[in-house]
């Protein structure tokens, strides 16, 4: 079939013009749709008939597509148009206040049998729930245009690309997406070619408009589903416009169905950075960084070393595909193809390479507050703030409201082929060798800047037992320390024991000499005076410095119940006003704290009941004897 077919559902001018079968209702699409993909066409026609859309849009990925699909978006409200000069081809879109994060009450593993979710995620019967998603689906795109968005997470030429279909009423949607992934035609010719497996991703806003009704700037509801059904592969999402609800290739593909693949598949899908560091002797080191949601992947991934000779590149700030390769190495990639960052805290002083990337525009900000001029800030952009703003609400502002002017889970949505400081390698399929895994949370107290494991089992530990303080990514309250094994705590797809299994089996087949190191770390702990006890961002490339020279063994370190710490000395601390003994207090492990931090481990250990890995039950009985001990 030639790329003109897709012509057969535009008019002349590039119009939609509807299906056959929705004039006739007779089914019909098939016929007048772009695509020989025949497991496509049926669904696409399945979901028309119970969603009932207006109209049925193939995307095709196209500038002129976006252009035209944004310029609609600008005449319904649902996005500002930016000072071109300052935010080329950009655009502000502000939520309905109550669609601003992920909604984890709401999402759902339903899979055949309830173990197999495990007691991390929300279950449902599948049977169950597909009657209620039924419900829910039926009619809800009536008034609106169903757009249907073939994507691939990771790169088409890869062995075994990994399609998605994304059918939404969103055009928001549809313009997020193809900053996100690849998405449009070449991916669909290549579906057809390989006659290829999709996963196929349902969105609804969940807000059908009625003969005549007036639609509003971002239409949702409030009842809100997130649903994946792992057996079919296949993701069901109602309601939510927002980022991690309805762009379904991220979370809900790349982290929840993906884990499920890579279970089955023999690889990882994590919720991991990936970046490149280059010493003063050129050699090449690739270090991946699990954090929970906002708790800083996207400023490591962008990091502007604060000490001499030591070169930071990017390979990915969200999400990372890992398998060992053939010789036992693990190697990496990243599926994505866009930043999805959080706003607040980005700035020239703290994340100049974000800064310098969202400059360049094609850009969509949600939820942040607009200046006078037609530009974008939030919380932390610049050291003052403007003397007025519209905030993310659309209320006048200036620095005496007293509220914050960006929402703080304001997001850029941004290509990351903008990014300056992007590794080649982000472009091959292959991906790169990882030498050092890092976990990380949010910790006032207790945790250490830097901790290394005494090897890869202990580390699996340490990733099991990492946790966080929650923050705005997700909705829910700020501040409460959760358990968050490997970050992933949101994202797993299925039994969190099984998991962790999934993680110490697949590396006990690799090649033992070449495992990463890895290392658990904490930016956030703070001293007795309330402050940070490490200023972070651009410096944590010391900690990166010193994690390097652990593998290289030309550190020091101190050797604590937990695992190494840095001696005072180790740290390169070069041009700052810290000194060793400030160093010490950020790594110091406190036999009171974790008195508590280990009834805390044991208590969430004893969630995971029968399914939790021996190995983890005996790296636990270690570390108490080793405090014991102490
Ligand atoms: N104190 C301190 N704050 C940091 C550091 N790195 C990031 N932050 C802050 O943490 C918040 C989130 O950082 P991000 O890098 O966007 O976090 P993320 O993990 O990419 O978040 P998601 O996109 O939700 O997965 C921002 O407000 C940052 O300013 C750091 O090294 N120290
Ligand atoms: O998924 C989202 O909406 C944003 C994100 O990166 C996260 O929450 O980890
Ligand atoms: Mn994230």
């Known amino acids: 079939m030639g790329d003109d077919a897709r012509q057969l559902v535009l008019d ?34 399945q979901v028309a008939e119970l969603t009932q859309p207006d109209r049925v849009y193939w995307v095709d990925g196209s500038e002129a597509e976006n252009k035209r699909l944004t310029d609609e978006l600008v005449d319904a409200g649902t996005l500002v148009r930016l000072n071109p000069e300052a935010f080329p081809n950009s655009f502000a879109a502000f ?149 991690g609800n309805a762009l379904l290739g991220k979370k809900c593909y790349a982290l929840r169905i993906a884990s499920i693949m890579a279970r089955d598949e023999g690889w990882l899908a994590e919720h991991m950075l990936i970046l490149k560091l280059t010493s003063p002797e050129k050699k090449d080191y690739f270090v991946a960084a699990a954090f929970p949601s906002a708790c800083g992947k996207t400023n490591l991934a962008l990091l502007d070393p604060t000490i001499e000779g030591w070169k930071v590149e990017t390979l990915g700030d969200d999400i990372t595909w890992m398998r060992f390769g053939h010789n036992g190495e693990l190697r990496a990639t990243n599926p994505e193809a866009g930043l999805f960052g959080v706003a607040p805290g980005t700035g020239w002083s703290t994340n100049p390479n974000a800064m310098r990337a969202i400059a360049k525009g094609n850009s969509i900000f949600t939820n942040v507050a607009l200046t006078d001029d037609g530009g974008v800030w939030w919380e932390g952009m610049t050291d003052e703030a403007p003397a007025h703003l519209t905030d993310w609400l659309g209320n006048e502002w200036t620095p005496e409201s007293g509220r914050p002017a960006a929402h703080p889970n304001s997001r850029f949505c941004t290509p990351i082929d903008q990014i300056d400081m992007l590794a080649e390698e982000y472009h091959s399929p292959d991906g790169v060798p990882v030498s050092a895994i890092l976990f ?125 710490v840095p001696t005072g000395e180790s740290l390169d ?48 009985q270690t570390l108490k004897e080793r405090f014991a001990a102490a």
Not at 212 to 223: I, L, M
Not at 523 to 541: E, H, K, L, Q, V
Request: glycine fraction near 8%; proline fraction near 5%.
């Open 12 to 45: 002349e001018s590039g119009d939609n013009v509807a299906p056959s079968h929705l004039d006739s209702n007779t089914p019909g699409a098939s016929k007048d749709a772009p695509t020989t993909h025949q497991a496509l066409l049926a669904w696409v026609q």
């Open 573 to 620: 601390l070069t041009g700052m006003d810290m000194t060793a003994a400030d160093v010490e207090a950020a790594v110091h492990v406190d036999p009171e704290e974790w008195k508590k931090e280990l009834a805390g481990i044991e208590e969430w250990y004893a969630r995971f009941g029968e399914s939790l890995p021996e190995d983890l039950v005996a790296e636990l």
């Open 440 to 564: 990380g949370g949010r910790r006032k107290t207790t945790v250490p800047l830097v901790t290394q494991s005494r090897d890869w089992t202990n580390g699996i530990f340490m990733g099991s037992t990492l946790s966080s303080e929650t923050t705005a990514a997700a909705a829910g309250q700020v501040g409460v320390v959760r358990r968050d094994p490997m970050a992933m705590l949101p994202f797993m797809g299925y039994d969190a024991g099984d998991y962790l299994r999934h993680w110490i089996t697949l590396s006990g087949k690799a090649n033992q000499e070449t495992l990463p190191k890895i290392f658990l770390v904490n930016w956030f702990r703070r001293t007795a005076d309330g402050g940070f006890a490490w200023p972070g961002f651009g410096d944590n490339s010391r900690v990166l410095k010193w994690v390097i020279e652990r593998i290289e063994g030309t550190a020091d370190a101190v050797e604590t119940p937990i695992g190494f």
């Open 95 to 243: 939520s309905d206040p109550k669609d601003v994060a992920r909604v984890e009450e709401q999402t759902f593993i339903c899979s055949e049998e309830k173990h197999d979710a495990g007691f991390t995620n929300n279950w449902m019967d599948p049977s169950e729930m597909r009657e209620k998603l039924n419900g829910l689906f039926s009619g809800s795109m009536r008034g609106r245009t169903m757009y249907v968005i073939p994507f691939v997470m990771g790169h088409l030429e890869a062995e075994d690309p990994k399609f998605g279909v994304e059918i939404t009423d969103s055009a928001y949607v549809v313009a997020s997406m193809r900053i996100m992934a690849r998405i449009g035609t070449d991916v669909l010719r290549k579906m057809e070619e390989l006659d290829a497996f999709f996963v196929p991703a349902l969105h609804s806003v969940g807000a059908p408009l009625a003969e005549g009704e007036q639609d509003v700037a971002w239409p949702c509801s409030d009842d809100k589903w997130i649903v994946h059904f792992p057996e079919d592969r296949s993701i069901w999402s109602y309601g939510s416009g927002y980022g």
